[in-house]
């Protein structure tokens, strides 16, 4: 659902929606999800100082109740 969350909340925001996908991993150090978007939006996504990225974020923090890792990445990697 956090992984849904998340991805319906960038697609909202970015030039290209269906390039977006959002993986939910498990890991030692707790939930990482994986955002990877167009090359075109990774600026729209980060937005200026990391300010959108770190209210993606928090979003994400306030849905779940545990640790979580949000990477934004391009569709490149």
């Not at 090359?39 to 300010?51: A, L, Q, T």
């Not at 993606?56 to 109740?65: G, K």
Request: charged share 30%; glycine share 6%; with cysteine.
């Amino acid at each position: 659902m956090l992984a849904q969350a998340v991805e319906h909340l960038i697609k909202n925001i970015v030039d290209f929606p269906d390039d977006v996908s959002v993986r939910s991993h498990e890991n030692a150090r707790g939930e990482l999800l994986r955002v990877r978007v167009n090359p075109e939006d990774i600026g729209r996504v980060i937005g200026r100082s990391g300010r959108t990225a770190n209210a993606i974020r928090t979003v994400a923090q306030a849905i779940c109740d545990h640790k979580i890792r949000v990477d934004i990445m391009d569709v490149r990697r």
